[in-house]
């Protein structure tokens, strides 16, 4: 249950701290969440215990008050099949994904045709926005690069000289999320996502970090557990039906 936790505190920092440097990252009694105008991330409001009937009324009154859609992501950790309430009260499943982690402590052999740039400049992070929208098919606006915290590092991944793909690296606790891994279409199925992935662990390795989580699509998972990670917990993610 640590490591789902874990897992669970590092995405939801990930969107947290992403959002406080535009005054958008919000905390109330029954929710959090953070919204930021011209982009489609994070977007996201989370509970941080089993919701029930009256926390979802309340969630519901402050969604349909957003002009931008918002996703709430439903940890199947409790034990009961509460996410019904959601789906009774006008939410809809968008995706699921699946919470994963690894503890490893030797580093992979990284190939020499491939490697990991952090982003640091404007323009690189234009470059690094237009390469993830290619790769997942929504928008993050540049600008939340720029004002990244130390803690979240975003990179480009390079195939000789050539722009491939995105990855970030969020760590927190001595926890290192993996997060935004993505190929763009025209090079995918050439193993660089599982590139990608190797370095990313080895630099969560390198910093001493005591766990590596992620949250995989099914499309994802056989990769992830390849490289030796394991199945935690379902995230069902839900959208309110009328902002479809």
């Not at 290619?134 to 004002?147: D, R």
């Not at 390079?158 to 090079?187: C, M, R």
Request: glycine fraction near 4%; charge should be positive; charged fraction near 20%.
């Amino acid at each position: 249950m640590n490591n789902i936790k874990s897992n669970i505190q590092n995405l939801t920092s990930l969107w947290q701290s992403v959002s406080e440097p535009f005054d958008s990252y919000f905390s109330e009694p029954d929710f959090n969440y953070g919204l930021i105008k011209n982009s489609e991330w994070p977007n996201r409001l989370w509970f941080d215990q089993d919701i029930n009937k009256e926390k979802i009324v309340l969630a519901k009154e402050k969604i349909a008050s957003f002009s931008t859609k918002i996703t709430i992501p439903y940890w199947d950790i409790y034990n009961s099949n509460s996410y019904e309430i959601l789906e009774q009260n006008g939410f809809v499943l968008k995706f699921e994904q699946i919470g994963m982690s690894l503890k490893r402590n030797h580093v992979f052999t990284e190939f020499n045709s491939l490697s990991l740039k952090q982003v640091c400049t404007q323009k690189e992070a234009e470059l690094w926005s237009v390469l993830f929208s290619k790769s997942f098919g929504y928008f993050i606006n540049p600008i939340i690069l720029s004002k990244s915290q130390e803690n979240t590092r975003y990179y480009i991944a390079y195939h000789k000289d050539e722009a491939v793909g995105t990855g970030i690296l969020h760590t927190v606790n001595n926890v290192s999320g993996i997060h935004s891994v993505g190929i763009i279409p025209e090079q995918r199925r050439k193993g660089f996502a599982e590139q990608i992935m190797q370095a990313l662990i080895n630099k969560s390795i390198k910093i001493n970090c005591d766990c590596i989580t992620l949250q995989a699509s099914d499309m994802g998972k056989g990769l992830y557990l390849k490289l030796g990670f394991q199945k935690q917990f379902i995230i069902k993610n839900y959208v309110l039906q009328q902002l479809i």
